[in-house]
């Protein structure tokens, strides 16, 4: 089992940029591809990027992509997310979440998720 601790949410101005953290328990991080999701107030959860278990591979989703960039480091069984260029709509809780498959981006395959932290952008 995995448990994940996101941080470094907060509230930023449109035109800023952030980095969001995930520290993960457990020895068996590296075999897990760590994703990103967020989910604004009355809408669905929605992918925001996925890192493969080496860290090779990576996956945006458009509203993101130019903007956002995924790391790991399984030495440290962390996973960032830093997102530049904010917008009013990037408004949501963020999570970060492992899988066992190959750099998916449905929630539905990930199997443990972090408790979220809250990214405001103001305009």
């Known amino acids: 089992q995995v448990q994940l601790v996101e941080s470094g949410g907060g509230l930023v101005q449109a035109g800023g940029s952030l980095a969001l953290s995930c520290a993960a328990s457990g020895r068996t991080f590296g075999t897990y591809t760590m994703g990103w999701f967020r989910q604004a107030p009355g809408k669905e959860r929605e992918f925001v990027a996925a890192?493969?278990?080496?860290?090779?591979?990576?996956n945006y989703a458009e509203s993101v992509k130019g903007r956002s960039t995924i790391s790991r480091d399984n030495a440290k069984n962390t996973v960032a997310l830093h997102m530049s260029s904010l917008k009013p709509e990037d408004t949501a809780v963020y999570y970060c979440?492992?899988?066992?498959?190959?750099?998916?981006?449905?929630?539905?395959?990930?199997?443990?998720w972090g408790q979220g932290a809250q990214v405001t952008v103001s305009s």
């Open positions: 979440a492992a899988s066992t498959l190959y750099l998916t981006n449905s929630g539905r395959h990930y199997l443990y």
């Open positions: 890192v493969s278990r080496n860290g090779g591979d990576i």
